[in-house]
């Protein structure tokens, strides 16, 4: 059996494939090696009864996650994971890789996430290229939950929420300055905790307060991460998250907007990713 692992920063999909190609599903939080030590990631796979159960028979693991861009990032992941699959073979890459995978239809194309952070590469199906770094939730991350998480909490802390939308949030969430300000800056995983605040935005997204700059910040990130290849215009372009099925609508006018024509916009990448795992890389390979 084989574990194939589609990870952001937020939460991690994790895919049982056994020989008859049966899949099984499960989830723990994301793991990004920014943010997680080998002894988290160790920890937090333990508190899955169900995955852990499966340590003995899992062969190989494939995991793709949010922050694996480097040896030594990487390393940090497959060292939490292989303490707990002590048997299993455990390749570890970038969640850009992932995201190619999942969307790739046969030719080539550039593909984008839009989640908690955001990035994008163009992939012919053999090699990957990124044109642009991501620079994460402080210096990039556009279009991200974590972009437009900040725009809602500086202006609920500069007292710009429009009356409405500032009693639901009050509503919602009870929250105070030093409560913000302490897990933007005190506690870990500040990007996860900005962009948990996307429910609040998706739901009132048609207010004009909000749909003028959710299209603008979608804009952003295609001008930043798409408008970057030089022949964007006559490549289509991918889309993998929750977050960019949520905001089609908008995505799609932003695209308009610059000419880029969106092929398609995946919300769940996992089961695309295992069925291009079965399809290339796992085909000839026992599982």
Request: charge should be negative.
């Amino acid at each position: 059996m084989i574990f194939i692992i589609e990870s952001g920063s937020t939460k991690s999909d994790w895919v049982l494939v056994n020989s008859k190609s049966k899949q099984t599903f499960y989830n723990t939080i994301g793991f990004n090696p920014y943010f997680h030590s080998a002894e988290v990631v160790s920890s937090e796979i333990r508190k899955n009864k169900e995955i852990v159960g499966h340590a003995s028979s899992v062969k190989k693991i494939f995991f793709y996650g949010a922050g694996c861009s480097s040896e030594k990032m990487n390393n940090e992941i497959k060292k939490g994971i292989q303490s707990v699959f002590k048997s299993a073979e455990v390749l570890v890459e970038h969640d850009l890789l992932a995201c190619a995978f999942a969307t790739y239809d046969g030719e080539p194309g550039i593909s984008c996430i839009i989640g908690t952070g955001s990035n994008s590469c163009y992939f012919d199906g053999n090699n990957l290229t990124e044109e642009v770094p991501a620079l994460g939730y402080v210096l990039g991350d556009e279009g991200s939950g974590s972009y437009f998480g900040k725009f809602l909490l500086s202006s609920f802390l500069y007292h710009k929420l429009p009356a409405d939308l500032l009693n639901d949030f009050q509503d919602t969430y009870a929250l105070t300055e030093a409560e913000i300000v302490s897990n933007v800056y005190q506690k870990d995983s500040a990007n996860v905790y900005i962009a948990s605040f996307m429910p609040f935005i998706v739901k009132h997204k048609n207010h004009p307060f909000f749909n003028d700059i959710i299209i603008k910040g979608l804009q952003h990130f295609m001008e930043v991460h798409v408008c970057c290849y030089k022949n964007y215009l006559d490549t289509p372009v991918h889309f993998v998250g929750s977050l960019s099925a949520l905001l089609e609508d908008e995505l799609r006018v932003a695209a308009d907007n610059l000419g880029i024509e969106i092929r398609s916009i995946v919300a769940k990448p996992v089961e695309n990713l295992v069925s291009y795992h079965l399809k290339y890389i796992l085909k000839n390979q026992p599982v």
